[in-house]
């Protein structure tokens, strides 16, 4: 693998499984210090261990960034860490699919704090320790359901299309400041967080729907992610990459 995020150092939130595991254990193969975070030492040790096994650098991170105090100390422990703050990924998520009638605040309330209100307080606290020269870039995980939605999913589609709001605005702000915020958008991809939502029928379903014929994979995501966070992608800022082997497009 190249060596493309050589030095540089990289906070991704909910890294403890899944997309997020995955990202950081490919943005160190790529040279990144990666700053493993999730909710729980128990999820990020294996992972900062699994990184150091293999000869990479990584420190972790495990702060629940679901307040606008968390994700500042787990940007600025990061930085601490690194000497340097140079990519964010904006991974984690709390998800819980729910019909309309039975929609509780408290759901509402904590995907909101997760996955959209740290998005928020990551761009501010980002701004302030990324050297205004160098720059950096954030990347932030949305899905397809920003784009095209199902029953059951008004408070995760709409967190999801927010989120692609936050990553226009923000790239119109900061883009002086030269830190490029761009996002991906993953279709159905199997993760731990994903089987209580996930059965064998609806993937054949979703297979026989994809141009590409099979699921994505979290491999797949975790290299997009990493080719918006490396020079590669230099010009690209305010996109919302779309990683669903063609389904979202081509069924009507």
Known sequence: MNQDLQ????LITG???????????QMAARGAVVCVNDLKEE????????????????????????SREGIREAIQRSFAHGGRFDILVNNAAWVRYQAIPEIMPETVERMLDVG???????????VAVMDPERGGSIVNVASVAALRSAANSVVYSGI??????????????LGARHIRVNAV???AVPTEGTQRNRNAERDANRIARTPLGRLGTVEDI?????????????FITAQALTVDGGITLTNI
Not at 225 to 230: Q, R, T
């Open 7 to 10: 030095g540089r150092v990289a």
């Open 15 to 25: 890294a403890g499984a899944g997309i997020g595991r995955e990202t950081a254990l």
């Open 43 to 66: 999820l990020v040790g294996p992972v900062v261990k699994e990184i150091e096994a293999r000869g990479q650098r990584a420190f972790g991170v495990p702060v629940n960034i679901a």
């Open 116 to 126: 959209f209100k740290s998005v928020i307080w990551s761009l501010q606290e980002a």
């Open 160 to 173: 999801k299309a927010g989120i692609l709001g936050i990553t226009r605005a923000a790239a119109a702000e």
């Open 185 to 187: 958008c993953p279709s």
């Open 222 to 234: 975790a290299r997009s992610i990493c080719f918006l966070a490396s020079d590669d992608a230099g």
